[in-house]
């Protein structure tokens, strides 16, 4: 499980836009890559770079190892349909993704917190693995017993007005969520070239 402590706008600074899933802010106040003389920097990104940090947009924002990234890559190109499509239905289908796509809590980092202290269950079973696929029909819900901790109830009751996905159903009455359907990259929250991403391990898949 992969733990950055570091500054996360730094993060989003590198890669040159904003990670909802990683940090709460909506623009970035300096829009330039970190550094000394980060804000100097005007020189046109080489193919290998635009394609580097593609990839890095999704590593960091989904909070993963690069060595896992790489088996989701070569899984979805097992898949049948484009690569890249089937890379980002696997990713949205990670229950720490599907937590905090929910509104049950602000960043994937703090969604992975929630289910690995099992206060998620699927399907009525306690599940402790951040990277555990939802399938479509699965229910998602905080833990009974749980339920009536101070901060779970602040966050049910931020996530009745976070916008939600069409692929996923949530009652903060019940504090249960269900998926729909499979999700589409047309809803995933940042712009992504899952070409550039697959071209960056076309070589070495």
């Not at 289908?93 to 969604?111: E, F, K, S, Y």
Request: hydrophobic letters at 35%.
């Amino acid at each position: 499980m992969a733990r950055y402590r570091g500054p996360r706008l730094k993060k989003c600074r590198t890669v040159g836009t904003i990670l909802p899933g990683l940090t709460t802010a909506t623009t970035l106040d300096r829009p330039y890559p970190p550094g000394a003389h980060g804000a100097r920097r005007r020189s046109k990104n080489s193919d290998f770079k635009v394609r580097l940090l593609e990839k890095q947009k999704l590593r960091i924002h989904f909070g993963i190892f690069e060595k896992q990234f790489r088996r989701y890559v070569r899984r979805a190109s097992r898949m049948k349909g484009p690569t890249g499509n089937n890379l980002l239905q696997i990713l949205e289908q990670r229950l720490d993704n599907i937590v905090w796509r929910l509104g049950l809590a602000p960043t994937i980092p703090a969604a992975r917190q929630l289910v690995v202290h099992r206060h998620i269950t699927v399907n009525g079973r306690r599940v402790d693995r951040p990277s555990f696929l939802v399938k479509p029909g699965d229910v998602v819900s905080v833990y009974e017993p749980k339920r009536n901790k101070p901060f779970i109830q602040e966050a049910l009751e931020r996530s009745t007005s976070r916008p939600r996905p069409s692929y996923l159903d949530f009652d903060p009455a019940k504090a249960e969520g269900k998926m729909l359907s499979l999700p589409t990259p047309e809803e995933f929250p940042f712009p992504c070239n899952t070409q550039a991403i697959i071209e960056f391990y076309s070589q070495s898949m």
